[in-house]
């Protein structure tokens, strides 16, 4: 297997808001819910970087598609890193989360590694990082 990741789908419990937060709150790209016509095929596609989508799917489709156990969620499981390129800026998508009905878990602050980063949980519970990180060079063209 090589070491690369395509697509990062989501478990959501409302397709429609997670639909409405994603797109319309934190703006991103999105031909909206396809598949509908389908049993457990609605889902909703975000363009990211190249090469990179980001997917919202109903959790109880997942759970059907997959054949695994439909089980309680949980915020730590895993979180969604969003760097960016300056402490300006994780101050800006925090507000544009929080504007889009986001619950801000950790307001922006300065790390113990000297970066600079706040967390967010989107309508479904899923942990988001925005931050800053001086040693890393962020690729603005997207």
């Known amino acids: 297997m090589k070491p690369r990741v395509t697509v990062l789908t989501l478990g ?7 639909l409405q937060f994603y797109r319309d709150g934190l703006g991103f790209p999105t031909e909206g ?3 509908q016509e ?3 095929g609605a889902v909703a596609f975000f363009d990211l970087q ?3 989508k980001l997917a919202i799917w109903s959790r109880k489709d997942i759970a059907h ?5 439909l089980t309680v ?5 895993m979180t969604i890193g969003h760097n960016v390129g300056s402490k300006e800026e994780v101050d800006q998508v925090i507000e544009q989360a929080k504007a889009a009905g986001a619950t801000i878990t950790d307001p922006p602050h300065e790390t113990f590694w000297g970066g600079y980063s706040a967390h967010f949980l989107d309508p479904d519970g899923h942990l988001w990082e925005v931050v800053w990180n001086p040693a890393w060079e962020i690729d603005e063209e997207l």
């Open 50 to 52: 190249a090469g990179l």
């Open 73 to 77: 969620s949980s915020s730590t499981e």
């Open 12 to 18: 959501v419990d409302d397709l429609q808001r997670s």
């Open 33 to 35: 819910i396809v598949g």
């Open 38 to 40: 389908f049993e457990h």
């Open 65 to 69: 598609e997959a054949k695994v156990p």
